[in-house]
């Protein structure tokens, strides 16, 4: 991944927009061979940031420290978070926001290890068999318990009539590690997203299962979203606008077929040189996904689903206008 600046600064610059032309600062954490880095690389490349007059400082997100941390601390002023995360700080009063577009739903499958005898939709099963499959299995999920993505997988095993215990769900988190644990056999199978599930299965290490955002209505909602402090964003109105500005142009050069090319070589740098072709273009397709606006009705769908699994509260409301502040 390009990282324009390898450590944590260690707090905000808190003078809101620069005023004497020299540029201002925007200092970013994303987590590692994820698909946020991508668009941030984009920018830097094709010139975005130059050209809005801003510095952007990209760190890998550290393991142990929550990007809510990150921001109330200064060590970081935008990062991809999960809707279950942002939303909640919201609700809780924290000062966060959330600006620059999201994904929608991002392609999100159950792989299990190669070998496995667990029925497929490409071999004929649905969506519900290979869920039912799933009894007295361990499914390694990317998040930890009581989690959004923990508590949505909870509710849709549940939906065709799992409940738990007849399962279970252990943190193998994403890329990497999720792949070792698939390859070691420490689970039966494991629900993966974009970009691991394409360089997975690509390498042979994994069988597709499911695809769930195609098939499940749990998984047809806002996949990420870029998070910020509130205060931040009030303080550097104009930083603010051109970040999100040179990321929606970050996201229109990433989804024009003309840059392929281009595109396939910044994927590569994110995910490693060794990911193969047919996984490169599928990861390359899928960021269609990112949005530059969040839907009012998707945003609305998600915020209704995490109520309906105890993430959210039903009161006080999280609405579009107090949770998105650049719209």
């Known amino acids: 991944m390009l990282l324009l600046a390898a450590s944590l600064a260690a707090c905000g610059s808190g003078e809101g927009d620069s005023a004497d032309g020299s540029g201002a600062q925007v200092k970013v954490s994303v987590t590692p061979g994820g698909i946020w880095g991508i668009p941030i690389a984009a920018a830097e490349q094709q010139g975005y940031f130059k050209s809005a007059n801003i510095s952007v400082e990209v760190s890998p997100a550290p393991s142990g420290m ?9 060590a970081a002023d935008y990062g991809a978070s999960s809707p279950s995360q942002a939303f909640a700080a919201v ?10 577009g999201a994904s929608g739903k991002v392609p999100t ?26 009894r007295g299995k361990t499914l390694g999920m990317p998040a930890a318990a009581g989690t959004g993505t923990s508590n949505l997988m909870v509710k849709t095993l549940e939906s065709v009539g799992l409940q738990e215990g007849d399962y279970t769900l252990v943190n193998v988190g994403s890329g990497g590690t999720a792949q070792a644990a698939l390859v070691a056999d420490q689970v039966d199978a494991a629900m993966v997203v974009t970009p691991t ?4 299965v690509a390498e042979g290490n994994a069988v597709p299962l499911v695809e769930l955002s195609q098939e499940l ?34 996201y229109g050069y990433m989804n024009d077929p003309a840059n392929a090319d281009g595109v396939d070589k910044l994927i590569t740098d994110a995910v490693g040189a060794g990911t193969p072709a047919d996984a490169v273009t599928e990861i ?7 949005d530059a606006a969040v839907d009012p009705a998707l945003f609305q769908k998600t915020v209704d ?3 309906s699994v105890g993430v959210l509260e039903p009161e006080p409301a999280v609405t579009y206008d107090e949770a998105i502040m650049i719209k």
């Open 197 to 200: 599930a394409e360089t997975i």
């Open 305 to 307: 689903a995490l109520t």
């Open 284 to 290: 390359r397709k899928n960021f269609n996904v990112l």
């Open 91 to 100: 609700q809780q009063g924290q000062d966060v926001t959330t600006s620059c």
């Open 66 to 74: 929550g990007l809510n941390q990150l921001l109330a601390s200064g």
């Open 109 to 134: 499958s159950i792989v299990a290890p190669k070998g496995s005898s667990l029925p497929s939709v490409a071999k004929g099963a649905s969506a519900t068999d290979v869920l039912k499959s799933l």
């Open 217 to 250: 209505p749990n998984y047809q909602l806002l996949g990420a979203v870029w998070q910020s402090r509130k205060s931040w964003v009030e303080e550097n109105p104009k930083t603010a606008a051109d970040f999100c500005a040179a990321m929606a142009k970050a």
